[in-house]
Protein backbone atom coordinates (compact mmCIF):
# COMPACT_ATOMS: atom_id res chain seq x y z
CA UNK A 1 0.00 0.00 0.00
CA UNK A 2 1.51 3.50 -1.47
CA UNK A 3 -0.07 7.01 0.03
CA UNK A 4 1.22 8.95 -2.75
CA UNK A 5 5.03 7.87 -3.49
CA UNK A 6 5.24 6.44 -0.06
CA UNK A 7 5.17 2.81 0.77
CA UNK A 8 3.40 2.56 4.18
CA UNK A 9 2.98 -1.75 4.04
CA UNK A 10 5.10 -3.42 1.85
CA UNK A 11 3.69 -6.87 1.66
CA UNK A 12 1.81 -7.75 5.01
CA UNK A 13 1.00 -11.81 4.31
CA UNK A 14 -1.88 -13.19 7.27
CA UNK A 15 -4.87 -15.45 7.31
CA UNK A 16 -7.20 -14.56 10.21
CA UNK A 17 -9.50 -18.03 11.24
CA UNK A 18 -13.04 -18.25 11.91
CA UNK A 19 -13.60 -17.73 15.57
CA UNK A 20 -10.33 -16.46 16.50
CA UNK A 21 -9.34 -13.39 18.16
CA UNK A 22 -6.36 -12.00 16.32
CA UNK A 23 -4.16 -8.44 18.06
CA UNK A 24 -2.76 -6.34 15.91
CA UNK A 25 0.09 -4.89 17.38
CA UNK A 26 2.74 -2.22 16.55
CA UNK A 27 4.35 1.45 16.89
CA UNK A 28 2.88 4.52 16.36
CA UNK A 29 2.48 4.95 12.60
CA UNK A 30 3.41 0.92 11.75
CA UNK A 31 0.43 0.53 9.41
CA UNK A 32 -2.28 -1.06 11.70
CA UNK A 33 -5.38 1.62 10.63
CA UNK A 34 -4.10 1.44 6.98
CA UNK A 35 -4.08 -2.52 7.46
CA UNK A 36 -8.37 -2.72 8.89
CA UNK A 37 -9.33 0.04 6.72
CA UNK A 38 -8.10 -2.08 3.86
CA UNK A 39 -9.72 -5.01 5.28
CA UNK A 40 -13.03 -3.48 6.10
CA UNK A 41 -13.40 -1.63 2.36
CA UNK A 42 -12.32 1.79 3.07
CA UNK A 43 -9.49 1.41 1.27
CA UNK A 44 -8.05 0.28 -2.02
CA UNK A 45 -4.45 -1.39 -1.78
CA UNK A 46 -2.30 0.10 -4.38
CA UNK A 47 -1.34 -3.82 -4.52
CA UNK A 48 -1.85 -7.44 -3.51
CA UNK A 49 -4.79 -9.62 -2.74
CA UNK A 50 -7.28 -9.03 -0.17
CA UNK A 51 -10.76 -11.51 0.56
CA UNK A 52 -12.62 -11.17 3.71
CA UNK A 53 -15.67 -13.20 4.48
CA UNK A 54 -14.71 -14.61 0.68
CA UNK A 55 -14.64 -11.56 -1.31
CA UNK A 56 -12.43 -8.43 -1.89
CA UNK A 57 -13.61 -5.72 0.17
CA UNK A 58 -12.97 -2.46 -2.72
CA UNK A 59 -15.45 -4.04 -4.64
CA UNK A 60 -17.70 -6.01 -2.21
CA UNK A 61 -21.83 -4.86 -1.75
CA UNK A 62 -24.09 -4.55 1.55
CA UNK A 63 -24.79 -8.00 2.01
CA UNK A 64 -20.70 -8.46 2.66
CA UNK A 65 -21.17 -5.57 4.71
CA UNK A 66 -24.00 -6.80 6.73
CA UNK A 67 -21.37 -9.39 8.04
CA UNK A 68 -18.97 -6.92 9.33
CA UNK A 69 -19.01 -4.97 12.32
CA UNK A 70 -16.28 -2.06 12.52
CA UNK A 71 -15.54 0.34 15.54
CA UNK A 72 -13.73 2.87 14.38
CA UNK A 73 -10.69 4.67 16.79
CA UNK A 74 -13.28 7.60 17.10
CA UNK A 75 -16.73 8.15 16.15
CA UNK A 76 -17.48 11.85 17.76
CA UNK A 77 -20.58 12.29 15.26
CA UNK A 78 -24.65 11.94 15.81
CA UNK A 79 -24.46 14.27 19.07
CA UNK A 80 -28.45 15.03 18.92
CA UNK A 81 -29.35 11.51 18.72
CA UNK A 82 -30.44 9.79 21.74
CA UNK A 83 -28.53 6.69 22.09
CA UNK A 84 -31.17 4.34 22.59
CA UNK A 85 -32.93 5.86 19.35
CA UNK A 86 -29.44 5.88 17.53
CA UNK A 87 -28.79 2.40 18.26
CA UNK A 88 -32.64 1.62 17.00
CA UNK A 89 -32.05 3.30 13.88
CA UNK A 90 -28.53 1.43 13.52
CA UNK A 91 -30.37 -2.02 14.11
CA UNK A 92 -32.80 -1.45 11.42
CA UNK A 93 -30.22 -0.90 8.99
CA UNK A 94 -29.38 -4.59 9.42
CA UNK A 95 -30.82 -7.81 8.58
CA UNK A 96 -30.41 -9.74 11.98
CA UNK A 97 -29.55 -7.74 14.35
CA UNK A 98 -29.24 -7.82 18.13
CA UNK A 99 -32.00 -6.63 20.63
CA UNK A 100 -31.12 -3.06 21.49
CA UNK A 101 -31.97 -3.21 25.04
CA UNK A 102 -29.81 -6.48 25.18
CA UNK A 103 -27.07 -4.35 23.46
CA UNK A 104 -27.42 -1.41 26.24
CA UNK A 105 -27.34 -3.83 29.05
CA UNK A 106 -24.12 -5.14 27.72
CA UNK A 107 -22.93 -2.26 26.85
CA UNK A 108 -23.85 -1.04 30.55
CA UNK A 109 -25.30 1.77 28.94
CA UNK A 110 -29.34 1.27 29.99
CA UNK A 111 -29.43 4.28 32.09
CA UNK A 112 -28.04 6.16 29.14
CA UNK A 113 -30.68 5.41 26.81
CA UNK A 114 -32.77 8.01 26.67
CA UNK A 115 -29.35 10.88 27.04
CA UNK A 116 -27.88 12.69 23.69
CA UNK A 117 -24.61 11.26 22.24
CA UNK A 118 -23.41 14.73 23.04
CA UNK A 119 -23.96 14.56 26.95
CA UNK A 120 -21.73 10.95 27.05
CA UNK A 121 -18.62 11.04 29.25
CA UNK A 122 -15.70 9.77 27.18
CA UNK A 123 -15.55 6.12 28.06
CA UNK A 124 -19.56 5.98 27.95
CA UNK A 125 -18.96 7.07 23.90
CA UNK A 126 -16.25 4.51 23.16
CA UNK A 127 -19.16 1.47 24.66
CA UNK A 128 -21.71 3.22 22.07
CA UNK A 129 -19.28 3.02 19.28
CA UNK A 130 -18.83 -0.64 20.77
CA UNK A 131 -22.18 -1.29 20.55
CA UNK A 132 -22.70 0.52 17.20
CA UNK A 133 -20.14 -1.97 16.10
CA UNK A 134 -22.28 -5.27 17.41
CA UNK A 135 -25.72 -4.53 16.84
CA UNK A 136 -25.94 -6.14 13.53
CA UNK A 137 -24.28 -9.15 15.00
CA UNK A 138 -21.77 -9.15 12.83
CA UNK A 139 -19.35 -12.23 11.86
CA UNK A 140 -16.16 -10.42 11.49
CA UNK A 141 -15.67 -7.61 13.97
CA UNK A 142 -13.04 -4.80 13.77
CA UNK A 143 -11.89 -3.48 16.95
CA UNK A 144 -9.64 -0.34 16.42
CA UNK A 145 -7.96 0.79 19.96
CA UNK A 146 -11.29 -0.29 21.60
CA UNK A 147 -10.99 0.73 24.95
CA UNK A 148 -8.73 3.63 24.83
CA UNK A 149 -9.99 5.81 27.83
CA UNK A 150 -11.65 3.01 29.37
CA UNK A 151 -11.43 3.00 33.58
CA UNK A 152 -10.52 -0.15 34.67
CA UNK A 153 -13.53 -1.42 35.95
CA UNK A 154 -15.41 -0.98 32.78
CA UNK A 155 -12.37 -2.16 30.50
CA UNK A 156 -12.36 -5.45 32.64
CA UNK A 157 -16.29 -6.11 31.83
CA UNK A 158 -15.20 -4.81 28.12
CA UNK A 159 -12.89 -7.64 28.06
CA UNK A 160 -15.36 -10.65 29.50
CA UNK A 161 -18.01 -9.06 26.85
CA UNK A 162 -15.52 -9.61 23.71
CA UNK A 163 -14.64 -13.03 25.81
CA UNK A 164 -18.56 -13.50 25.38
CA UNK A 165 -18.66 -12.46 21.39
CA UNK A 166 -15.89 -14.54 20.54
CA UNK A 167 -17.43 -18.02 22.34
CA UNK A 168 -20.26 -17.33 20.77
CA UNK A 169 -18.38 -17.40 17.09
CA UNK A 170 -17.31 -14.23 16.34
CA UNK A 171 -14.27 -13.25 14.98
CA UNK A 172 -12.61 -10.01 15.90
CA UNK A 173 -9.39 -8.55 14.65
CA UNK A 174 -8.37 -6.11 17.62
CA UNK A 175 -5.60 -3.41 17.11
CA UNK A 176 -4.83 -2.27 20.51
CA UNK A 177 -1.51 -0.39 22.25
CA UNK A 178 -2.66 -1.69 25.33
CA UNK A 179 -0.32 -5.21 25.80
CA UNK A 180 -2.22 -6.86 28.38
CA UNK A 181 -5.03 -6.49 26.08
CA UNK A 182 -3.85 -8.22 24.02
CA UNK A 183 -2.34 -10.81 25.47
CA UNK A 184 -5.76 -11.74 27.66
CA UNK A 185 -7.80 -11.86 24.63
CA UNK A 186 -5.70 -12.70 20.96
CA UNK A 187 -5.56 -16.23 20.07
CA UNK A 188 -3.15 -14.99 17.38
CA UNK A 189 -1.02 -12.00 17.47
CA UNK A 190 0.73 -10.09 14.57
CA UNK A 191 3.14 -7.21 15.15
CA UNK A 192 3.53 -4.96 12.41
CA UNK A 193 6.43 -2.81 12.60
CA UNK A 194 7.22 -0.43 9.50
CA UNK A 195 4.85 -1.79 7.74
CA UNK A 196 5.86 -5.70 7.55
CA UNK A 197 4.88 -8.39 9.93
CA UNK A 198 7.41 -8.10 12.28
CA UNK A 199 6.22 -11.70 13.89
CA UNK A 200 2.83 -13.61 13.67
CA UNK A 201 1.65 -16.56 15.97
CA UNK A 202 0.40 -17.16 19.40
CA UNK A 203 1.85 -15.88 21.84
CA UNK A 204 3.55 -18.80 22.91
CA UNK A 205 4.98 -18.97 19.83
CA UNK A 206 6.20 -15.33 19.36
CA UNK A 207 7.99 -16.23 22.98
CA UNK A 208 9.53 -18.77 21.09
CA UNK A 209 10.56 -17.19 18.10
CA UNK A 210 12.16 -13.96 20.01
CA UNK A 211 13.89 -16.60 22.05
CA UNK A 212 12.82 -15.36 24.90
CA UNK A 213 14.09 -15.93 28.52
CA UNK A 214 12.34 -16.92 31.49
CA UNK A 215 13.25 -15.34 34.49
CA UNK A 216 13.91 -18.05 37.72
CA UNK A 217 14.38 -16.62 40.89
CA UNK A 218 14.82 -18.42 44.37
CA UNK A 219 16.43 -18.27 48.02
CA UNK A 220 19.83 -19.56 49.01
CA UNK A 221 21.65 -18.42 51.84
CA UNK A 222 19.10 -16.17 52.59
CA UNK A 223 20.14 -14.67 49.45
CA UNK A 224 17.67 -13.86 46.87
CA UNK A 225 19.22 -15.43 43.48
CA UNK A 226 18.03 -15.21 40.46
CA UNK A 227 19.05 -16.25 36.73
CA UNK A 228 17.31 -16.16 33.62
CA UNK A 229 17.18 -19.20 30.93
CA UNK A 230 15.86 -20.22 27.47
CA UNK A 231 15.15 -23.55 29.64
CA UNK A 232 13.63 -22.61 33.00
CA UNK A 233 12.30 -26.38 33.10
CA UNK A 234 16.23 -27.79 33.37
CA UNK A 235 16.83 -24.88 35.81
CA UNK A 236 14.37 -25.76 38.20
CA UNK A 237 15.22 -29.40 37.91
CA UNK A 238 18.51 -28.94 39.11
CA UNK A 239 17.81 -26.94 41.75
CA UNK A 240 15.52 -29.57 42.99
CA UNK A 241 18.59 -31.93 43.32
CA UNK A 242 19.99 -29.65 44.73
CA UNK A 243 17.93 -28.99 46.95
CA UNK A 244 17.06 -32.23 47.69
CA UNK A 245 13.51 -31.33 47.86
CA UNK A 246 11.42 -28.19 47.32
CA UNK A 247 13.32 -25.25 46.23
CA UNK A 248 12.91 -22.37 49.01
CA UNK A 249 11.00 -19.11 47.57
CA UNK A 250 10.98 -20.74 44.03
CA UNK A 251 9.35 -18.43 41.45
CA UNK A 252 9.03 -18.65 37.24
CA UNK A 253 8.73 -15.89 35.31
CA UNK A 254 7.25 -16.74 31.75
CA UNK A 255 8.10 -13.24 29.37
CA UNK A 256 4.77 -11.59 29.04
CA UNK A 257 3.67 -10.14 25.78
CA UNK A 258 5.00 -6.85 26.45
CA UNK A 259 8.64 -8.03 27.29
CA UNK A 260 8.46 -9.50 23.82
CA UNK A 261 7.17 -6.73 22.07
CA UNK A 262 9.52 -4.13 23.33
CA UNK A 263 12.17 -6.66 21.72
CA UNK A 264 10.96 -6.76 18.83
CA UNK A 265 10.34 -2.59 18.66
CA UNK A 266 13.82 -2.19 19.74
CA UNK A 267 15.54 -4.67 17.65
CA UNK A 268 13.82 -3.47 14.66
CA UNK A 269 14.90 0.48 15.71
CA UNK A 270 18.59 -1.13 15.89
N1 LIG B 1 -4.36 9.27 4.16
C1 LIG B 1 -3.04 9.21 4.29
N2 LIG B 1 -2.20 9.82 3.43
C2 LIG B 1 -0.86 9.75 3.55
N3 LIG B 1 -0.23 9.05 4.51
C3 LIG B 1 -1.00 8.40 5.40
C4 LIG B 1 -2.43 8.45 5.34
N4 LIG B 1 -2.91 7.69 6.37
C5 LIG B 1 -1.84 7.21 7.03
N5 LIG B 1 -0.69 7.63 6.46
C6 LIG B 1 0.69 7.28 6.88
O1 LIG B 1 0.84 5.87 6.78
C7 LIG B 1 1.59 5.36 7.87
C8 LIG B 1 0.77 4.28 8.59
O2 LIG B 1 -0.32 4.91 9.25
P1 LIG B 1 -1.42 4.11 10.07
O3 LIG B 1 -2.45 5.08 10.51
O4 LIG B 1 -1.86 2.95 9.27
O5 LIG B 1 -0.54 3.61 11.31
P2 LIG B 1 -1.00 2.96 12.70
O6 LIG B 1 -0.12 1.79 12.89
O7 LIG B 1 -2.47 2.72 12.70
O8 LIG B 1 -0.64 4.10 13.75
P3 LIG B 1 -1.30 4.49 15.18
O9 LIG B 1 -0.85 3.45 16.16
O10 LIG B 1 -0.64 5.82 15.46
O11 LIG B 1 -2.79 4.58 15.02
C9 LIG B 1 1.92 6.55 8.77
O12 LIG B 1 3.23 6.95 8.49
C10 LIG B 1 0.95 7.63 8.34
O13 LIG B 1 1.53 8.90 8.46
Known sequence: MRYGRREVLRGIDLTV?????????????????????ILEGFRTPTGGHVEVLGED????????????????????????????ELLEHVASCHPAPRPVAETLDTLGLTEQADQTCGRLSGGQRRRLDVALGIIGDP??????????????????EFHELIERLKEGGMTIVLTTHDLHEA????????VLIDGRIA???????????????ARVVWLEDD?????????????????????????PGLEVHRPTLEDIYLRMVAEAEA
Open 17 to 37: RHGEVLALLGPNGAGKTTTVE
Open 57 to 84: PAHADEGWRAGIGVVLQSWRDHARWRVG
Open 139 to 156: LLLFLDEPTAGFDPVVRR
Open 183 to 190: ERLSDRTA
Open 199 to 213: AFGTNAQLAEDARAQ
Open 223 to 247: ERREVTSEDPSRLVWELHQKFDGPV
